[in-house]
C-alpha cells in the first residue's frame, strides 16, 4: 500500500469520533469532567473522614450533626447563586471563582486550631461543592443533544466516583500511619495543590454566555415543567433519607461494629467501584428502555443502604451494605438528565441551582434530627431513613410518568 494512503489515518479519526460520541467527550465536557476529577482526588483524601477529624478535636454528637445540617443548608443556598454567576458570567468565569472560594475553606480547614472553625471553613469549601454544581450541569446541557446527555452525565459521574474509589483508601491509609489530625491535614494540602492544576483545566473550558431574557427567580420556577416538580417532591424525601444517616456511616462502623479507619477507607473504595461499574450499561439500557425503572432503582437503593449498614455486624457485612450504597448511582445520570432537558437554554444553569436550593433546604434539618435519634441509639436514624426512603420511592413511581422520564 502506498505510504501516503489517508485511509488509515481516516479510519483512524473516524474510530475516535465514535469512541467520542459513544462517551458524549465534547470538548467542553471533558474539561469540567476534569475539573471534577481533579480537585475529586483532592476533597476525598479526607472528606469521608471530616467527622473524626471533628471527633478528634473535640466535637460531640450534636456537633457533627449540626455540622452535617449547615452542610446542607450551604449546599441549598449556594446553588442558585452559583446558577446565577454562571448563567451571568459564562461557565468558566464562574468555574475559576467557586474554585479560589473552596481554597480558602481548605486553608481554614488546615490550619483549624479546634472544631468550631470547620464551621468557617466549610462556609467557603461549598463553593466547588455546591456553587459549581449548576455550572456542571449546563456545560453537559449546553454542549451535548438531548439523547447524549444520560451518557455526559454518566462520564462525568464516573470521573467523580474514581476519586470517591481511590482516595479515601489512600486518606485512610495516611491516618492510619499518621493519626486523625494529621492525616487529614496532609490530605487538604495536596488538595491545595491539586486545586492550582484544576484552574489550568478550567481555562480550556469556551461556551459563551447565552443571551435571554431577564428572569427573577419566580421566573425561574415558574418555568418548571409539572413533571420536574414532581421529581423534586420525591428527590426531596430521598434526601431526607441519605442525609438522616450519612454523616454518621462513618461513626457507627468504627464506633459501633468496630472496622478500623482503614478498613473503612475500603468500604467506601467498594462502594465508588460499584457506582462505577453500572454507570455506562445503566446510561445505554435508559436511553433504550426509558430512565424512569432506573430512577426508582436509584431510590430504592438509597432507602436500603441505611437498613443494610445497620444489619450489618462484620465486614463482610457491611462490603454488601456499601455496594447497595454504590448502586444507589444506578438511575443518577438519567435523573440529572431529566433535570437538564426540562431547562430553558439561557435558564439553565438557574433552573439547575434553583432545583437543588429547593431540595437541599428542604432536607437542612435531617441531619441534626439524625445527631438527636443517634443519642437515643446509634441505629434509630439509619432504620427511620430507610422507611423514609422507602416513602420516597412510593411517591416517584406513583406521580412521575413514564413519558416524562424518557
Not at 483532592?42 to 445540617?69: C, D
Not at 441505611?306 to 450489618?312: N, T, W
Not at 440529572?336 to 439561557?346: G, L, R, T, W
Amino acid at each position: 500500500m502506498d505510504s501516503t494512503d489517508p485511509t488509515p489515518l481516516t479510519t483512524e479519526l473516524t474510530r475516535q469520533q465514535r469512541f467520542a460520541d459513544y462517551f458524549g467527550l465534547e470538548r467542553n465536557v471533558v474539561a469540567a469532567s476534569s475539573a471534577v476529577f481533579s480537585l475529586g482526588v483532592g476533597e476525598e483524601l479526607w472528606k469521608k473522614f471530616l467527622p473524626k477529624y471533628m471527633e478528634s478535636l473535640g466535637a460531640g454528637p450534636l456537633a457533627i450533626g449540626l455540622f452535617g445540617t449547615a452542610k446542607d443548608f450551604l449546599d441549598a443556598v449556594y446553588q442558585y447563586p452559583g446558577g446565577w454567576l454562571a448563567d451571568h458570567l459564562g461557565r468558566r468565569r464562574a468555574f475559576l471563582i467557586f474554585i479560589a472560594l473552596a481554597s480558602v475553606g481548605y486553608l481554614i480547614y488546615l490550619f483549624s486550631p479546634s472544631w468550631i472553625f470547620l464551621f468557617l471553613g466549610l462556609a467557603f469549601a461549598m463553593a466547588w461543592g455546591s456553587m459549581a454544581s449548576p455550572a456542571i450541569f449546563a456545560v453537559i446541557g449546553d454542549s451535548l443533544p438531548k439523547e447524549r446527555r444520560s451518557m455526559g452525565f454518566t462520564v462525568q459521574s464516573m470521573l467523580k466516583r474514581v476519586p470517591m474509589a481511590i482516595a479515601p483508601i489512600i486518606g485512610g491509609a495516611l491516618i492510619a500511619a499518621t493519626g486523625v489530625v494529621a492525616g487529614v491535614r496532609t490530605g487538604l494540602a495536596i488538595t491545595l495543590v491539586l486545586a492550582a492544576v484544576t484552574i489550568l483545566i478550567i481555562l480550556t473550558v469556551n461556551i459563551p454566555v447565552i443571551v435571554g431574557e431577564a428572569v427573577n427567580v419566580r421566573g425561574v420556577w415558574r418555568s418548571f415543567h409539572s413533571a420536574l416538580k414532581r421529581l423534586l417532591v420525591s428527590d426531596i424525601i430521598i434526601r431526607t433519607c441519605e442525609g438522616m444517616a450519612e454523616i454518621f456511616v462513618v461513626l457507627y462502623v468504627t464506633n459501633v461494629i468496630g472496622i478500623n479507619i482503614g478498613e473503612y477507607g475500603v468500604l467506601v473504595a467498594i462502594q465508588m467501584v460499584t457506582s462505577i461499574l453500572v454507570y455506562i450499561p445503566s446510561a445505554k439500557i435508559a436511553d433504550r428502555i426509558g430512565r424512569k425503572p432506573f430512577v426508582i432503582a436509584t431510590f430504592l437503593c438509597f432507602a436500603l443502604f441505611p437498613l443494610a449498614v445497620v444489619l450489618a455486624f462484620n465486614f463482610a457485612t457491611l462490603a454488601f451494605a456499601f455496594i447497595i450504597g454504590g448502586l444507589r448511582e444506578i438511575g443518577e445520570p438519567s435523573r440529572k438528565a431529566m433535570i437538564v432537558d426540562f431547562a430553558e437554554p439561557h435558564l439553565r444553569a438557574r433552573s439547575v441551582g434553583l432545583y437543588y436550593l429547593v431540595r437541599s433546604l428542604s432536607v437542612t434539618p435531617a441531619a441534626f434530627v439524625g445527631g438527636a435519634l443517634w443519642t437515643l441509639a446509634p441505629q434509630t436514624p439509619f432504620i427511620l431513613a430507610g422507611i423514609i426512603g422507602i416513602v420516597g420511592t412510593i411517591v416517584f413511581m406513583a406521580t412521575v410518568e413514564e413519558r416524562f422520564a424518557s
